[in-house]
């Protein structure tokens, strides 16, 4: 019986001696010499990068805390300086913001890269949210750490092991980490201005959001946003006398028939939807400056005259915005009797980033690269998942654009937000890798 259970023990330990040395290695043999020194700088200083992420989550940035803003913007500056890249905080007081970290490093022609980031968090001040701890002994639960802090940090660590690497002064490469990605500054043409000329300047753009939190995911599309206003008029008169041919129907139902309008013919589109954020009627409206409501008068027995309805509508295209805007505009112009109504946009938002070919093409360049690293294949984000985000402002002006680079995370804009910091390590090798290796591309050559 004994003879048997060690002849047993030992066939079973020969098979899994075979069976693990059968499987694929993830020793990174697919990973030249280069790439493998960009891992080793990363596992060097992943300690440090983690500490540096500390420091920053700690120090608060809500948008409208300039001066935290500028903080967090010189702890970073002061890393990139090190790095050897030109550095600048820039003034925001042109658009009522505290302005951007831009960060430049010239190296010889061929591809430019534009990396994107921001300094702000959604927690303010009179947040009760301000400090961080830790779950366990990876997550970390912490104002702003995987939107996006977490990110910003795994730029600064793929750049310093693209350096160790020996190869970043061979690279172009422009860091532009926005001061007010949470609450866009007015106007929004200043406050996006830099993020634009980088995007002109560059071949390439990498937004080190967290996307929707999942690191076997990147963002190759995102819907923009923008918001919209429907102002209906009626004819006021005693309820008695509603829907005749004097009076009519009133503001109220014309309003009503519009967005049931909306509904019925946009709202099986994929990836478009329009939300009515609040609606006020009556006999008489009046609504904040800053759109976010108001007040509204009226009798049960006399007909509305007034109605104003504020949303917002998210289009994963220009084209399909552009469409959407045609039926809601011809749905507003076929009025109820003795009625009118009035649709406007404004577009000052945030524009969508297309699923170009170009953006497709960097997913399976990044994916073959995790792949090599050994982790695993990488996916796109469903744009229903992503929202509005700075990376949006390169769209029609660089050949390939993708976010959703930086840390993993979760809850991200509640006081619950976490961010994994086993992935900060993952996600430098990832990008300075992909980074790396478009740079040897021959469709960058100059």
Not at 46 to 75: C, D, P, Q, Y
């Amino acid at each position: 019986m004994y003879l048997n259970s060690a002849i047993n023990m030992k066939l079973l330990k020969t098979c899994l001696f075979l069976l693990i040395f059968s499987l694929p290695l993830l020793s990174f043999s697919q990973l030249n010499r280069v790439e493998k020194k960009i891992v080793k700088s990363v596992d060097k200083h992943n300690k440090e990068s983690i500490e540096l992420l500390t420091k920053a989550v700690n120090i608060n940035s809500g948008t409208m805390n300039f001066e935290g803003v500028r903080e967090v913007g010189r702890l970073f500056q002061a890393e990139l300086d090190k790095l050897g890249f030109k550095t600048e905080l820039t003034s925001g007081e042109a658009y009522g913001r505290a302005g951007h970290l831009i960060a430049t490093h010239e190296g010889k022609p061929g591809l430019r890269l534009l990396l994107i980031g921001h300094l702000d968090t959604v927690f303010e001040l009179d947040s009760p949210f301000q400090d961080s701890s830790m779950e366990n002994d990876s997550i970390m639960k912490a104002p702003g750490v995987a939107d996006m802090k977490g990110g910003d940090v795994v730029i600064i660590l793929a750049m310093r092991a693209l350096k160790e690497a020996g190869v970043l002064d061979e690279m172009s490469v422009k860091i532009v980490m926005t001061g007010d990605e949470e609450k866009s500054g007015d106007p929004i043409e200043l406050s996006k201005k830099d993020l634009v000329d980088g995007a002109k300047w560059a071949d390439v753009a990498l937004g080190f959001e967290n996307g929707d939190g999942n690191p076997e995911t990147i963002v190759i599309s995102r819907r923009g946003s923008s918001s919209w206003k429907l102002e209906v008029s009626g004819n006021a008169a005693h309820s008695s006398q509603v829907f005749t041919e004097k009076v009519g129907a009133g503001a109220i139902y014309e309003a009503s028939r519009i967005l049931n309008e909306f509904y019925t013919q946009l709202s099986s589109e994929e990836n478009l939807t329009f939300n009515p954020g609040f609606i006020l009627g009556g006999t008489s409206v009046d609504t904040k400056e800053d759109g976010t409501g108001g007040s509204a008068l009226g009798k049960t027995n006399v007909v509305a005259q007034k109605a104003i309805v504020r949303g917002d509508i998210r289009a994963v295209s220009l084209d399909q915005l552009d469409r959407a805007k045609t039926v809601m505009n011809k749905i507003v112009a076929d009025n109820y009797p003795q009625t009118a109504a009035k649709l406007s946009f404004d577009d000052g938002g945030y524009p969508p980033l297309a699923p170009a070919d170009g953006n497709k093409q960097l997913l399976e360049y990044y994916t073959e690269i995790s792949e090599d690293l050994g982790f695993g294949e990488v996916y796109a984000v469903n744009p229903r998942n992503a929202g509005a985000a700075d990376i949006s402002f390169t769209t029609g002006h660089v050949e390939m654009a993708v976010d959703g680079l930086g840390l993993s995370g979760a809850d991200d804009h509640t006081v619950n937000e976490t961010g994994n910091l086993n992935m900060v390590s993952r996600q430098a090798k990832r990008a300075a890798i992909l980074m790396y290796r478009l740079s040897k591309n021959s469709r960058f050559e100059k």
